[in-house]
Every structure is written in C-alpha cells, then in structure tokens.
C-alpha cells in the first residue's frame, strides 16, 4: 500500500460568488494545492489573522490515522491537532502570541523574511514523515484590540478603523487594510469580485465566519451583516471602500456608515 501525501491545503471555501483564477492552485470543493515542496513561499498561506485555520486533506486515509502532527517550526503562532473520530488534521492560528498584535507584528513583520511554519506529520510504524510548510508575509487583526480573541466582530465608521488600526501595538506598527492586500482582482470596476489563489487575505480564505475561524475578528451568526462588510481604503481612489465577504463584492460608499475593519502589520 502507498504511503500518504498532502493533496490539499483546505480553508473556508465560501463564496461561491469568488472566481477561480488559478487553476493549478485552487480547487473549488478541496482548497488549495501544494505548490511547492522546496519553497514554502509558493504554498497556502501567505497571509494570517488570529483563529484563522485550514485543514490539511491527505492521500491515503488508511494510513493517514498512523501519523501524529506537530508544528516543527513556527510553534509561536500555530499549533496542529487531529481528530480521533474523524481523523482530521487541522493547523490553527491561535496560539497566546497570535492574540497579540505587538508579538505576531515581531514574529512576521521584524524579522524581515516573513514567518516560516513547517507541519510535520510522523508514522512510527513506518518510520516515514511527511511535511506541509508556508510562510506568511503579511498579518491581519481586528481594529477593536479589546475584542480581539472573541467569537464576533465590532463596527465603526471608516475613518475610526484608521484611527484605530494607528494605535494597535504602541503605534506604527498597523494601519488599515488595503484593498490589494486583501482581494487579488482588479476592482476598478462597480461590485467587482474577488477570485480565490495565494497572495491575498481574501483570496486566501474566503467568507470569514465564526464557524470557519472561531474566535477571529469575523462576525458571529447574531450579528447582521452590517458585521459582514469589511471597511478597507483604496490608495488608487484615496476613499474608504468596503468589501461585503459574503458574496465577494467591493464597492467605495460613505465613510461613516458602520461597518467591521481590519488592520495590516506594517514596517
């Protein structure tokens, strides 16, 4: 019997609004591809955020249950778990430092190389590993740092997302997001959406919800979707914009309406 290998790396697949633009990367009922072995650079994911998680889909499910998990380096932020019953591997973002925007801004941004997570899956029986390894270049947070490490999310107006994301971290670490870093397509056009392949937040993960990453900045299911639409700013168009997550749409309105926002680290 073959042994096993990784076959895909498995967030949120929501929304099926989101194209796909990269056909060797994602598949739209699995996830992502390993894309490489060598370079961890190339693989899922590049970016992350606290309570983020992703699945690791394996070859060879037989075997797959002889294998014990363990974070070989990047144990700061991630840790790895698997199922009994179910015999599901899951790699999370959510360790104590992950929690705090000061450390994971160390751990990402001042190193200068980004952060390099290996997972490595062992069978005793066999005397055979395997290894799933990635590196984040890039790191999200919530705008309210009083929630942060809760099950929801909290809303503002565009402008006091920026202020706030200033304050994070002793100030000059984080600023709001972006629109390019967290959708990859062009939105130049009127409620553009986003497609799924590395390199972006929302790209990566898709429909951020509680289910999919518990304890993140995404809202819970009693909240609207007021919660759902995320403010961003846009330096092409130098205006506050929001990106409703649930059906991939972007769109530039009012600033002060109310909605979610999100940080990015910053050097």
């Not at 270049?137 to 999310?153: H, L, R, S, Y």
């Not at 993960?205 to 909240?223: F, R, T």
């Not at 092409?236 to 680290?265: M, P, S």
């Amino acid at each position: 019997m073959d042994d096993v290998g990784i076959c895909f790396a498995k967030p949120e697949l929501k929304p099926k609004e989101s194209g796909v633009k990269a056909q060797s990367q994602w598949d739209s009922d699995n996830g992502f591809l390993p894309q490489s072995r060598n370079d961890p650079s190339k693989n899922f994911p590049s970016t992350g955020f606290y309570g983020a998680q992703f699945q690791l889909i394996l070859t060879n499910e037989q075997i797959a249950k002889d294998y014990e998990w363990s974070i070989k380096q990047g144990g700061e932020l991630v840790q790895v778990n698997k199922d009994d019953k179910t015999q599901t591997v899951t790699v999370s973002f959510d360790m104590p430092d992950a929690k705090d925007p000061a450390k994971a801004w160390q751990y990402i941004m001042g190193s200068g190389d980004g952060y390099t997570v290996i997972v490595e899956g062992k069978n005793p029986k066999r005397n055979t590993s395997i290894q799933y390894s990635f590196t984040l270049v890039k790191w999200f947070t919530g705008w309210d740092e009083n929630k942060i490490g809760e099950p929801g999310a909290s809303i503002t107006t565009g402008p006091k997302v920026n202020e706030r994301c200033n304050a994070l971290a002793g100030g000059g670490k984080y600023r709001i997001s972006y629109t390019n870093e967290v959708v990859n397509s062009s939105l130049q056009a009127t409620k553009a959406k986003y497609t799924r392949e590395i390199g972006t937040l929302f790209s990566e993960w898709g429909d951020p919800s509680q289910k999919a990453y518990p304890n993140s900045w995404a809202a819970n299911d009693k909240q609207d979707v007021r919660y759902k639409r995320i403010w961003l700013y846009d330096p092409d168009k130098q205006k506050f914009c929001d990106l409703h997550t649930y059906q991939a749409v972007y769109h530039c309105v009012a600033e002060n309406g109310l909605k979610n926002g999100l940080c990015t680290a910053i050097r």
